[in-house]
T-cell receptor, first 111, second 112 residues
């Protein structure tokens, strides 16, 4: 089983829709998680950190479910500019020395 | 505060040559990570370094690849005797602590 797993998509939704992504992780010892956004041929940019209490920033909400070992990202009122690949990531290894990334979920917002 | 800097942005090498990729972390960041990304694939962890120390190199291929982060100067990812399969985007990230990582713009290596 992959350490961090995402649905690759693509998700194709109309502008204004609400879209949700899930990401599962296998290391129950992981303490912190992240959502990154990556545009085509660009570097990943940190979108949100996800801790036990969850996190909200404008139209974006991230939550952590430790019992089921998944994190989620909710995007409300989606914009055309939200089109990108969304990567979830979490610390891995007993010494938490590295971040493992999922393979990404591609989102396309249509007018 | 300048972000993570990587150079060159694009690098073309013939098979058998050496590739040197450089990464300067954000000011105040002592943790450096290297990742490789193949087209249409996710980021694969390669190595984690602190100043003068390799902390975790579990993602590095056993041969031809090496990394360093000297006391002075940028971190270097070195690939000897490159092969076509080494063609990829190589991203460096830095962190002030064992938490959020911030990425550089990447170096796109093409092996001809």
């Amino acid at each position: 089983r992959k350490e961090v797993e995402q649905d690759p998509g693509p998700f194709n939704v109309p502008e204004g829709a609400t879209v949700a992504f899930n990401c599962t992780y296998s290391n129950s010892a992981s303490q912190s998680f992240f959502w990154y956004r990556q545009d085509c041929r660009k570097e990943p940019k940190l979108l949100m950190s996800v801790y036990s209490s969850g996190n909200e920033d404008g139209r974006f909400t991230a939550q952590l479910n430790r019992a089921s070992q998944y994190i989620s990202l909710l995007i409300r009122d989606s914009k055309l500019s939200d089109s990108a690949t969304y990567l979830c990531a979490g610390w891995a290894g007993s010494s938490a020395s590295k971040i493992i990334f999922g393979s990404g979920t591609r989102l396309s917002i249509r007018p | 505060n300048a972000g993570v800097m990587q150079n060159p942005r694009h690098l073309v090498r013939r098979r058998g040559q050496e590739a040197r990729l450089r990464c300067s972390p954000m000011k105040g960041h002592s943790h450096v990570y290297w990742y490789r990304q193949l087209p249409e694939e996710g980021l694969k962890f390669m190595v984690y370094l602190q100043k003068e120390n390799i902390i975790d190199e579990s993602g590095m291929p056993k041969e031809r690849f090496s990394a360093e982060f000297p006391k002075e100067g940028p971190s270097i990812l070195r690939i000897q005797q490159v092969v076509r399969g080494d063609s990829a985007a190589y991203f460096c990230a830095s962190s002030p602590n064992l938490d959020e990582q911030y990425f550089g713009p990447g170096t796109r290596l093409t092996v001809t």
